[in-house]
């Protein structure tokens, strides 16, 4: 049991990652995990000649069948769904292709691909898994996975958030951002969100959000003024490989927010308000 459970361990990283960027919850990846481990434990492995493959397989399998049952949860949500944040340790960012991978902005993008699509999308330019390993994975042959991947491919360029800020200058508005949310430093707010920013707010009908993104500076600045306590504090937290802010309020986590940043300045600002989904039980270590 030792040598099964120290192998599981060595990849569980991986599963979940994998598991994450298939479904955008972090609860529901780990339920699939905790699957996978039953199965994993429980399963004859003597004919499994490569461990990873075989556990990525299995992960890749129990996802797909989630994210199907979630996707008609999805249609009747209240308001903007935005993936649930996870906080992430910091050395996540060094990896920048993986960084991208989960940040918000391209689990939004993820999202608008079908559960095929998406599956072999992840595994094959997160996880650069060859071909045939995603063919056994999702039911399809290599043939037909190099077209899903070419389709899912092109679908993701056209979508995916495009920014020439190094990270350390987007780091640097972020501080910026974050000192003037904390502060309630309007001009400070002004200097650094573009007129044209777009917020978009979760509260799964269960916390005060907007139903619909808000357009523009003065729209948006009036929602934050109106959303936020006067007495809450605002901490600087690395969420899905980016620099992010949780908003507390009597030590309670009342909103987690992440923003993208083009030109020096926010342009889109990603708010979860939604009280399902900001439980922060600490720093996950993500692999691929």
Do not use: C
Not at 22 to 41: I, K, T, Y
Not at 155 to 167: D, I, N
Not at 222 to 248: C, H, K, S, T
């Amino acid at each position: 049991m030792t040598d099964v459970l120290a192998e599981f361990t060595a990849h569980r990283p991986l599963l979940f990652t994998v598991a994450y960027e298939m479904l955008g919850s972090a609860a529901d990846a780990e339920d699939v995990v905790q699957e996978v481990w039953l199965r994993w434990s429980a399963d004859d492995r003597e004919d499994v000649q490569d461990p990873r493959a075989y556990l990525v397989r299995i992960v890749t399998r129990l996802a797909l069948n989630r994210l199907r049952s979630l996707a008609r949860q999805r249609e009747s949500y209240v308001g903007p769904w935005l993936p649930e944040p996870l906080e992430t340790v910091p050395d996540v960012a060094d990896d920048v292709a993986l960084a991208e991978s989960v940040s918000t902005a391209m689990m939004l993008v993820l999202e608008t691909l079908g559960s095929t699509e998406r599956a072999v999308f992840v595994l094959r330019e997160v996880f650069d898994l060859p071909y045939d390993e995603i063919a056994a994975a999702v039911d399809r042959t290599p043939d037909n996975v190099r077209q899903i991947a070419r389709r899912a491919r092109a679908h993701v360029a056209a979508r995916r958030p495009r920014s020439e800020v190094t990270a350390q200058e987007r780091t640097e508005v972020l501080v910026r951002f974050q000192r003037a949310i904390a502060e309630g430093d309007l001009q400070q707010l002004l200097d650094v969100i573009s007129p044209d920013v777009v917020l978009i707010s979760d509260g799964g009908g269960k916390a005060s959000a907007a139903r619909r993104p808000i357009l523009g500076r003065d729209r948006v600045l009036r929602f934050l003024a109106a959303v936020m306590p006067a007495d809450m504090r605002v901490e600087a937290v690395w969420i899905n490989g980016e620099n992010g802010l949780v908003i507390r309020e009597a030590g309670a986590v009342t909103a987690i927010a992440t923003a993208v940043v083009e030109g020096g300045v926010v342009t889109t600002m990603h708010v979860v308000r939604n009280p399902d989904k900001l439980s922060l039980p600490g720093p996950v270590r993500l692999s691929r």
